[in-house]
């Protein structure tokens, strides 16, 4: 097996170009994982970890650009007032050393519809920067980034080089259920952002479809029927629940069943927003 070592972003791509067949790898927790099950057997490894650029993080006019590289751990650290909903995600991740090694980068470049970055990126619209050598930059809206299980719109000659995000403007909320507290992949989880300027509510579903995917109907329902002046109407609440629930399509799995799926969306849709509503409340009120 080759091993590829680029020093700097032009160097990853120009390897990237020659040898589009060679796997990425980064943190390697999902890498590492396939090669030792021999699920896969890459002829040449493409290690990214000596490219500082996909390591820094960027705020321009209230976005944050963050390398593909970061690790979870920074996210935890350093963004936990900026892009909530995304840190409470990555503190669900695995264990303390895969919240080291991993990267947001890794969970895009895997696009398992378990991921726990996607929802939370998805309801706070983000952006996927991807880049190659002979075809540039080009920015994937997160809702056109999952394409299938496992498939993401990345092309073979591509890289991922950073995800963009607006600091956020708003509360904003992940849950996720396993099936004990921690090192467990989703059985399903859900996320929530609100953008009070624009009176509406983003949302992520995960694990619960064959992507990742935002429930658009009950965005459109909460653009229609939330007060924001008001308390949370039961009603209301109860119908965003339900409109969650019919977004997904879960599958049977040793993780869960679909229909206990579909009700764990709907309680999570309904805390989550809760939360996220009581939270916005407080901030109005003070
Ligand atoms: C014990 C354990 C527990 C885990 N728990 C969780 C969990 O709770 N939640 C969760 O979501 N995941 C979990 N995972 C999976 C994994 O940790 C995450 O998917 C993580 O985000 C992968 O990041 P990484 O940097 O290690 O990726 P890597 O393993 O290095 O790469 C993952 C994929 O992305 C590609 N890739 C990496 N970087 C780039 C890039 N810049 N451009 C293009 N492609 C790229 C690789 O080729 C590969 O296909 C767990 C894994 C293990 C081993």
Redesign the pocket.
């Known amino acids: 097996m080759d091993f590829l070592r680029p020093t700097t972003w032009a160097e990853a791509l120009a390897a990237k170009a020659d040898q589009p067949e060679a796997?990425?790898?980064?943190?390697?927790?999902?890498?590492?994982?396939e090669i030792n099950f021999d699920v896969h057997r890459p002829v040449s490894l493409l290690d990214?970890n000596k490219v500082a650029e996909?390591q820094t993080i960027e705020l321009v006019d209230g976005v944050y650009r963050v390398g593909?590289?970061v690790?979870?751990v920074r996210i935890i650290e350093e963004l936990p007032g900026a892009l909530p909903g995304l840190a409470q995600a990555a503190r669900?991740?695995?264990?303390p050393q895969?919240r080291n090694?991993?990267?947001?980068?890794?969970?895009?470049?895997?696009a398992?519809p378990?991921?726990?970055?996607h929802p939370p990126l998805l309801a706070a619209d983000a952006v996927i920067e991807?880049e190659s050598r002979d075809g540039g930059v080009r920015l994937i809206p997160a809702h056109e980034f999952y394409l299938g299980v496992k498939r993401s719109a990345?092309r073979p000659d591509?890289?991922?080089?950073a995800f963009h995000m607006k600091s956020a403007e708003g509360p904003q909320y992940f849950s996720k259920v396993g099936t004990r507290n921690a090192?467990?992949?989703?059985v399903c989880s859900f996320a929530v952002a609100l953008h009070p300027a624009e009176r509406r509510v983003g949302t992520g579903i995960g694990s619960a479809a064959p992507t990742p995917r935002r429930a658009l109907e009950a965005e459109e329902f909460l653009a229609g029927e939330l007060d924001w002046d008001a308390r949370l109407d039961p009603a209301v609440l109860r119908r965003f629940g339900e409109l969650c629930a019919a977004a997904a399509s879960p599958i049977d799995d040793v993780r869960g069943t679909a229909d206990y799926r579909r009700h764990a969306i709907a309680v999570m849709a309904r805390r989550t927003l809760t939360w996220a509503w009581n939270d916005y409340r407080k901030v109005r009120a003070a």
């Open positions: 796997v990425p790898i980064q943190g390697g927790t999902d890498v590492m994982v990214l996909l593909a590289g690790p979870y669900t991740v695995g264990s895969i090694r991993g990267s947001v980068g890794g969970n895009l470049g895997a398992s378990a991921g726990d970055s991807v990345l591509e890289l991922i080089r090192m467990v992949i989703a």
